[in-house]
């Protein structure tokens, strides 16, 4: 398999935030708008295009291709941004001529060429939070995009960073699928609804004809990424709240006291059921 390692702006500004770092790169420095703000967003096609910085990679016979080749396919491209893992590509295809984007997008005035294509499913975007790993050893000097293969040291670190983060990743995945079926089923719901009424336990509204009562959630108070894979559905882990109290409840210091929501919202503290 090749790499390419490219050097990008802050992909943060990729999700409506502010730059959350110096500009790295010289258009960025300048004030230009990055070329690469749409690396990872779906086009009209299906695919994802990538910018590589300065038309970078386009060398296709140093990632294993002939003299001639238009494309390659089966290529690692990595970004970073000051020395950060923000996003990688798995079995990409580059271009060797820069391609327009699809849907003619453009950064500022000028149009978006792409060297890359890749399927939505490879592209991964590292969330804001988890941008902490700094390439090793972090390659110098002010380069748009490195070339690399196993044999590289970069590629050796990025790979062994790759289990970790991918590891994350599925049990993240696990989680969520948990909490769809458990937290949020159906059988939860009748579970709790059945055990406690249509009623919110924190703010006491209820509602019995079946629209009204849709504003009814089922509330865990044990945050379910805790041991969610050896969880069993108990009654009393659960709780019934509306929407907007379910939704105060996630910001308080502690999942599990519906008493304490009472207080800060300087509501009558009811005794449990």
């Known amino acids: 398999?090749?790499?390419?390692?490219?050097?990008?702006?802050?992909?943060?500004?990729?999700?409506?935030?502010?730059?959350?770092?110096?500009?790295?790169?010289?258009?960025?420095?300048?004030?230009?708008?990055?070329?690469?703000?749409?690396?990872?967003?779906?086009?009209?096609?299906?695919?994802?295009?990538?910018?590589l910085p300065k038309e970078g990679g386009g060398d296709l016979s140093r990632l294993g291709g002939s003299k001639g080749d238009e494309e390659i396919s089966n290529v690692t491209v990595i970004f970073i941004s000051s020395g950060f893992v923000c996003g990688y590509y798995r079995n990409a295809t580059v271009?060797?001529?820069?391609?327009?984007?699809?849907?003619?997008?453009?950064?500022?005035?000028?149009?978006?060429?792409c060297r890359i294509r890749v399927d939505p499913r490879d592209a991964f975007l590292v969330p804001v939070e988890k941008r902490v790993d700094e390439i090793q050893p972090r390659p110098k000097g002010q380069f748009p995009v490195l070339y690399g293969d196993e044999s590289s040291n970069w590629v050796a670190w990025f790979e062994k960073w790759l289990r970790g983060f991918e590891d994350v990743i599925e049990s993240e995945k696990k989680r969520r699928k948990w909490a769809k079926a458990v937290e949020r089923g159906s059988k939860a719901r009748k579970l709790a609804l059945n055990q406690y009424g249509a009623k919110c336990e924190c703010c006491q509204i209820s509602h019995q004809d079946s629209v009204?009562?849709?504003?009814?959630?089922?509330?865990?108070?044990?945050?379910?990424?805790?041991?969610?894979?050896?969880?069993?559905?108990?009654?009393?882990?659960?709780?019934?709240?509306?929407?907007?109290?379910?939704?105060?409840?996630?910001?308080?210091?502690?999942?599990?006291?519906?008493?304490?929501?009472?207080?800060?919202?300087?509501?009558?503290?009811?005794?449990?059921?």
């Open 1 to 51: 398999m090749s790499y390419l390692l490219a050097r990008v702006e802050s992909f943060g500004r990729f999700e409506g935030e502010a730059l959350s770092a110096e500009p790295v790169m010289g258009y960025g420095k300048s004030g230009e708008v990055p070329h690469e703000m749409h690396n990872f967003s779906v086009a009209s096609d299906g695919f994802i295009y990538g910018y």
């Open 95 to 113: 271009f060797s001529i820069p391609v327009r984007h699809p849907d003619k997008l453009k950064a500022g005035n000028s149009d978006i060429y």
């Open 212 to 273: 009204r009562s849709a504003v009814f959630e089922v509330h865990h108070k044990v945050p379910y990424a805790e041991n969610f894979e050896m969880r069993h559905l108990d009654v009393s882990d659960l709780a019934v709240l509306c929407a907007n109290c379910h939704r105060m409840i996630h910001k308080m210091p502690d999942l599990a006291d519906i008493r304490a929501l009472q207080r800060y919202l300087e509501l009558p503290v009811m005794k449990s059921l």
